[in-house]
């Protein structure tokens, strides 16, 4: 799983190899401060990342410093469907939430 920001055409990431469970609930969160710290949890807890694009990694491998993304005004904002027509739908339940403070 992955976290990925472009600004115009340049891109920065974190990416982390941990696996999705099958048939259970799990809680996927992205953090993004505005210090440009990104985190990626999975059911609370940080998952080691590796950084593409110019992303630098934290001494503990758990965060990266990452692009902000910039305030654009689109015309489909989807979740779960992709803005290319050639990729998949999401096949499975989720529940979506946007949080503007640390929980």
Do not use: C, E
């Amino acid at each position: 799983m992955g976290y990925r920001v472009y600004l115009g055409s340049t891109q920065q990431s974190i990416m982390s190899s941990a696996v999705f469970p099958t048939k259970t609930w799990t809680r996927v969160t992205v953090m993004h401060t505005a210090a440009r710290l990104a985190t990626i949890l999975l059911d609370g807890v940080a998952q080691r990342v590796t950084a593409t694009g110019g992303a630098s990694l934290s001494a503990d491998k758990l965060s990266g410093t990452v692009l902000l993304p910039t305030g654009v005004r689109r015309k489909n904002n989807y979740i779960g469907k992709s803005n290319w027509k050639n990729d998949k739908l999401f096949k499975g339940k989720m529940k979506v939430g946007d949080y503007r403070a640390s929980l």
